[in-house]
């Protein structure tokens, strides 16, 4: 009797985490897990190899890539700045205030719309942002240089194609 419960019951919780109106998706197989394995370990080498170069001149990768993105766009929100660094709002309100304390960026009221501010890179941020482009430059370049310009433009496109296929997914 107890065994005959416990089977009925491992059956009605497995069939409460089905989701309504979904069909069941199709388990990766070990060659797509490989794959997925591959770039995210390709990512964490970046990020090592970049986070470590970055230490020297005393940024994180997020403050790097937050000064770059100040330097082809001053003057943006914050919330600009999060989506074009992939982060929530909350996260780039954390790394800015810690970056305004660093003397690295200054905030300033829009012109237009005094409820509004603007960011843009401080003389001490420019300086950062140049002598870590300094040290991140020659890390592309090496990983650049083992692929042919062709082979570039194709490692491209196959990840955009990557990224759109996951991004269908999401419904």
Do not use: W
């Not at 897990?33 to 770039?39: A, F």
Request: hydrophobic fraction near 40%.
């Amino acid at each position: 009797m107890e065994v005959k419960r416990k089977a009925k019951l491992s059956r009605d919780i497995s069939s409460a985490r089905k989701p309504v109106g979904r069909k069941p998706q199709a388990q990766p197989s070990a060659e797509q897990e490989r794959l997925g394995m591959l770039v995210k370990r390709a990512e964490q080498a970046m990020v090592r190899s970049k986070s470590a170069a970055l230490k020297t001149v005393g940024l994180s990768l997020s403050q790097y890539v937050a000064l770059s993105e100040l330097d082809q766009q001053p003057g943006i929100t914050a919330a600009t700045l999060a989506r074009a660094c992939l982060v929530t709002p909350q996260a780039m309100m954390i790394l800015l205030k810690t970056m305004e304390q660093q003397g690295l960026i200054e905030r300033s009221s829009h012109p237009r719309h005094p409820n509004v501010l603007e960011l843009h890179m401080s003389e001490v941020g420019r300086e950062a942002l140049h002598a870590a482009r300094e040290r991140i430059e020659p890390i592309e370049q090496r990983v650049f240089g083992a692929f042919s310009a062709k082979e570039t433009a194709a490692f491209r496109e196959f990840l955009s194609r990557f990224i759109a296929a996951f991004e269908r997914g999401d419904t």
